[in-house]
């Protein structure tokens, strides 16, 4: 079983950033892909950013050029770097990691901006 914990939330104004990390139970060489999903409160939950494992990354268009998403494999780490944040970025937001065709959900952390 594969374990993902996130960390690194909180609240921040509008224009700061926050870095959220991501640590798997399990080396993440064995880790296919990583990505990121949020959720407001009231709404759905949102794709965010992907990395797959050619190292390409993928972003929602309303995030694109102000999150980045990377790994640390010495670290079994995974990061999301916010910047420039928004009021609208407010949500939990939560880390999957794909090992074969299984994916592993983490509990979340609570991102707040406020305005």
């Known amino acids: 079983q594969v374990q993902a914990v996130e960390s690194g939330g909180g609240l921040v104004q509008t224009g700061g950033s926050l870095r959220l990390s991501c640590t798997a139970s399990?080396?993440?060489?064995?880790?296919?892909?990583v990505s990121w999903h949020r959720q407001a409160p009231g709404k759905q939950r949102d794709f965010v950013a992907r990395?797959?494992?050619?190292?390409?990354?993928n972003y929602a268009d309303s995030v694109k050029g102000r999150f980045t998403i990377s790994r640390d494999n010495a670290k079994n780490t995974a990061y999301l770097q916010m910047n420039s944040l928004k009021p609208e970025d407010t949500a939990v937001y939560y880390c999957?990691?794909?090992?074969?065709?299984?994916?592993?959900w983490g509990e979340g952390t609570l991102v707040t901006v406020s305005s």
């Open positions: 990395l797959p494992s050619d190292g390409v990354p």
């Open positions: 999957v990691l794909y090992s074969g065709a299984i994916a592993y």
């Open positions: 399990i080396s993440t060489f064995r880790i296919n892909a």
